[in-house]
């Protein structure tokens, strides 16, 4: 079992809808939880970051965090085509570094 | 600096031969971490340093790769004798600390043939 498991996709939304990305973690002593989008050719770049459970919201973003389940997910209102790109889960614990799921591509169709 | 710098931006390099990949963190950051990803892959942890703690080199993948970080700042990624399987872009990131979201620079694009 991958210690943090993402749908590879494409998960594929008309413009104007929401797009909901999930992510699942192993280790349940996991304490920070993170969203980055990294475009094709490009370096990721970090777009949430939530603690605690319940929801964060920035913008159109919505970062939804279940403990409990070890569960995260992210929601995307408004989708534009400029969000078409693939985003990766991240999960911190303990003294570890960041363990990144292999990522979710969202194409966002106009 | 504003951002994290990397170099080369790309690198080509003959089976067998060693190379050094460079990461410049932005200035203040105390963590430096260097990834590697594969085409269509995610990232894969390789090593991780702390301020003047000992660093976390559980994502090795052999003893041909190495690292360090001088001063606290700039480190270097050193692979010997590399292989083909070692293509792959080579991503560094830093922190300001060990709890907060990471900055990734551009990136070094290896390629052994």
């Known amino acids: 079992q991958k210690e943090v498991e993402q749908n590879s996709g494409p998960l594929s939304v008309p413009e104007g809808a929401i797009a909901s990305l999930n992510c699942t973690y192993s280790?349940?002593?996991?304490?920070?939880f993170f969203w980055y989008r990294q475009y094709s050719g490009k370096s990721p770049e970090l777009i949430m970051s939530?603690?605690?459970?319940g929801d964060k919201e920035d913008g159109r973003f919505t970062a939804q965090l279940n403990k409990a389940s070890q569960y995260v997910s992210l929601l995307i209102r408004d989708s534009q085509p400029s969000d078409s790109a693939t985003y990766l889960c991240a999960v911190k614990g303990g003294r570890r570094a960041l363990t990144f799921g292999s990522g979710t591509r969202l194409q966002v169709q106009p | 600096g504003a951002g994290v710098s990397q170099s080369p931006s790309n690198k080509v390099t003959e089976k067998g031969k060693d190379v050094e990949l460079r990461c410049d963190p932005i200035s203040g950051h105390t963590a430096l971490y260097w990834y590697r990803q594969s085409l269509g892959q995610g990232l894969e942890f390789l090593i991780y340093?702390?301020?003047?703690?000992?660093?976390?080199k559980s994502g090795l993948p052999s003893d041909r790769f190495s690292a360090e970080r001088t001063g606290g700042s700039v480190s270097t990624l050193t692979i010997q004798r590399t292989q083909q399987e070692d293509s792959a872009v080579y991503l560094c990131a830093s922190s300001l600390a060990v709890e907060g979201g990471y900055t990734f620079g551009s990136g070094t694009r290896l390629t052994v043939v």
């Open positions: 280790d349940r002593v996991s304490q920070s």
């Open positions: 939530i603690y605690s459970n």
């Open positions: 340093f702390q301020g003047n703690s000992a660093p976390d």
